[in-house]
């Protein structure tokens, strides 16, 4: 069963930074002027989508808009409570630690998450192209092993990667897989993934071959008066009694 459909040549990597429908427009702006409900929709979004790993930066990002919209309207909270009423100087600090540690500082810690999901999928993006135009994989089946991603979610890659024009439209992708792959392209596609080492595969050590046993003198019959008589390897000597010939054998 085909897949997808496809043609030799590798595209240079074209990803947006984070790929936004109408909707998470809409979350963020609603993010920014009424957090509570923002905060809402935008796990909506991440539970309907994260196991999608396109979408993983993106829901991410939505998640920081949100608690920096929730900082901003805590900040006109408290310009608006400075300005009608004195307010002391504690309590005034006191609120805006508070207001630091829940809101702000989750946000520094999403958008953090956020890049460090966008680079993962990068790579990712980036070991796909590899092992289909440099290593000739056609199967879905190698391609989830040696990506580490499953079946379903390779399917829901590449279709991504199509999309956007970093694989070709014409691409063929065959479900199932086959043992003819070649390994040494396996690998270097994988050197992209993070966590990987970027090396290459090693040769496997061949066993050296066992040493020719050694040969010491022996005593030989002599053939023409039968005395025996000690030979060197590889060596004749004559008879110590009739003086006849003998070779080492």
């Known amino acids: 069963m085909n897949m997808l459909t ?36 935008a796990l909506v979004r991440f539970a309907g989508s994260h196991f999608k790993n396109y979408r993983k930066p993106a829901n991410i ?36 630690i508070l207001f630091t540690v829940l809101l702000l500082l989750p946000a520094s810690g999403f958008a953090a998450s956020a890049a460090k ?27 989830s092993e040696q990506t580490g991603q499953s079946e379903s979610d390779v399917r ?6 199509q999309s956007h024009g970093v694989l070709s439209a014409d691409l063929v992708i065959n479900e199932g897989r086959t043992a003819a792959a070649p390994q040494e392209l396996f690998q270097e596609g994988l050197s992209s993934l993070p ?5 290459q595969a090693q040769p496997v050590p061949q066993p050296a071959a066992a040493p020719a046993p050694t040969q010491l003198p ?21 008879c110590d009694y009739c003086g006849t010939t003998i070779a080492y054998s």
């Open 6 to 41: 496809g043609q030799e040549g590798q595209n240079t990597l074209r990803l947006p930074k984070y790929d936004r429908p109408v909707f998470d427009y809409v979350i963020i702006i609603i993010g920014y002027l009424f957090m509570p409900l923002g905060l809402i929709l």
């Open 61 to 96: 990002s939505l998640l920081y808009h949100v608690f920096v919209g929730g900082f901003m309207q805590m900040m006109v909270f408290v310009i608006y409570m400075v300005t009608s009423a004195p307010i002391d100087t504690v309590t005034l600090i006191t609120m805006l």
């Open 117 to 143: 999901a966008r680079f993962k999928f990068s790579q990712l993006a980036q070991a796909y192209v590899q092992l289909i135009n440099t290593g000739g994989i056609r199967y879905i089946g190698n391609l």
């Open 156 to 161: 829901r890659d590449l279709l991504y990667l």
């Open 195 to 199: 966590g990987s080492s970027g090396g």
């Open 218 to 238: 022996k005593s030989v019959r002599c053939p023409g008066c039968g005395a025996q008589n000690t030979v060197s390897p590889g060596q004749s000597k004559n």
